[in-house]
């Protein structure tokens, strides 16, 4: 189905078509380098490579039962701070206003301090930022890491999305559009596939005088290689 529309497609443009050659390695839609920004010594590690992890899952933890019983002082000073001070908004009216100040800056206060306490906490447990496949790993249970000196815990990519980042020739910089149908074979394969240029880098890499572009595909191996080409209507920008 997708070579015929590709076809009708490519009868369509006609003779005015240009075929551009491009060069593209795969790379993963989205990755990131995973660290903590705190310092400590892992106590747990949740993943592994290869492991799929939904956004938000733990990955790893530091120990951290110091940060948990500051936390648990911050919501107990934060309970009784509130009651204090809603019991003087009974009577606010007949009392000292700076004694309800005072009252007020204290509950105030005791919501910012549970909120410092919890964000300590946080940087203690390594979540996973969006839905993917943890691809590197360098962590064990017992680690010793520092937020002085960051280091990558884990490495993820996105579970399907790809793309293929393109080069091509600079002289085709005003042919090559967004929209353009690429048709192209992986290394190793002789199956053609197609896909469309969903985005055209906005310089020029001036140490191979090429044009760097994306196209979107999914389930194919970050790494890979190949080429194709570019199907364009023939005609420049102005």
Same mark, same amino acid.
Do not use: C
């Given at each position: ?5 590709? /076809?009708?497609?490519?009868?369509? +443009? %006609? &003779? ?9 390695? @795969? ?5 990131? =380098? ?5 310092? %400590?010594? @892992?106590?747990?590690? *949740?993943?592994?490579?290869? !492991?799929? @992890?939904?956004? %938000? ?6 120990? =951290?039962?110091? &940060?948990?019983? *500051? &936390?648990?002082?911050?919501? !107990? ?8 001070? $809603?019991?003087?908004?009974? #009577? ?16 105030? =206060? ?14 203690? /447990? ?7 496949? +943890? ?9 010793? #890491? ?5 280091? !990558? ?12 980042? &393109? $080069? ?5 910089? =005003? ?19 197609? %896909? ?14 090429? +044009?760097?572009? $994306?196209?979107?595909?999914?389930? #194919? *191996? ?17």
């Amino acid at each position: 189905m997708k070579k015929i529309i590709f /076809i009708s497609i490519f009868l369509v +443009i %006609g &003779l005015h078509a240009e075929e551009i050659y491009a060069t593209f390695n @795969v790379e993963a839609d989205r990755s990131a =380098n995973l660290a903590f920004s705190s310092s %400590g010594i @892992v106590d747990s590690v *949740m993943a592994d490579i290869g !492991t799929e @992890v939904k956004q %938000g899952d733990t990955l790893a933890t530091l120990q =951290n039962d110091d &940060l948990k019983a *500051m &936390l648990h002082v911050a919501q !107990t000073a934060l309970k009784y701070a509130k009651k204090e001070y $809603e019991r003087q908004v009974k #009577v606010k009216n007949i009392i000292d206003r700076s004694r309800f100040d005072q009252y007020a800056f204290k509950y105030e =206060n005791a919501k910012v301090q549970l909120q410092y306490q919890q964000a300590l906490l946080d940087k203690t /447990i390594l979540k996973a930022p969006f839905d993917g496949v +943890i691809f590197a790993k360098s962590v064990e249970e017992g680690d010793v #890491v520092s937020g002085a000196m960051i280091r !990558t815990i884990f490495k993820i990519q996105s579970l399907h999305q790809r793309k293929l980042v &393109l $080069e091509f020739d600079q002289k085709y910089w =005003n042919v090559v559009r967004t929209g353009d149908h690429f048709s192209y074979k992986i290394d190793g394969s002789d199956a053609v596939h197609q %896909g469309i240029i969903s985005k055209i880098y906005p310089s020029v890499d001036s140490s191979k005088r090429k +044009i760097r572009a $994306e196209a979107e595909t999914k389930d #194919v *191996m970050v790494g890979l290689f190949g080429d194709g080409t570019v199907i364009t209507s023939g005609k420049k920008q102005d």
